[in-house]
């Protein structure tokens, strides 16, 4: 069974950072892309960053490019959002995801790429 656990959520002010992280078990994670997704209340779920599964590309959406970064430690079976600067609109539940394909070999920003899901870990930041 594959599972994904997320933290490292929380409540911050405007212009903090804070860094979350996502440890998955039950699969071959090493050979994975993996994803950070997030979902403000009354939104969709976006695509926030993702990551190949050697960590030869990382790719962000427009609106957090610069101030988040991505990563992954496959010996630790992890990956981690950092998150810096944040702000008011960044507040939503933070979901981390893998990617169905093994092996991927370029950035995919669609969720419907993604097959297993975490919890999710909410971050709120006050304005």
């Known amino acids: 069974q594959v599972q994904l656990v997320e933290s490292g959520g929380g409540l911050v002010q405007a212009g903090d950072s804070l860094r979350l992280s996502c440890v998955v078990s039950?699969?071959?994670?090493?050979?994975?892309?993996m994803g950070w997704f997030r979902q403000a209340p009354g939104k969709e779920r976006e695509f926030v960053a993702t990551i190949s599964w050697n960590s030869g590309y990382t790719y962000y959406s427009d609106s957090v490019k610069g101030r988040f970064t991505i990563s992954r430690d496959n010996a630790k079976s992890t990956i981690y959002l950092q998150m810096n600067t944040l702000k008011a609109e960044d507040t939503a539940i933070y979901y981390c995801a893998t990617h169905r394909f093994e092996w991927g070999s370029s950035p995919d920003s669609d969720r419907r790429s993604y097959d297993y899901w975490g919890q999710g870990t909410q971050v709120t930041v006050s304005s």
């Open positions: 039950g699969r071959l994670f090493s050979r994975h892309g």
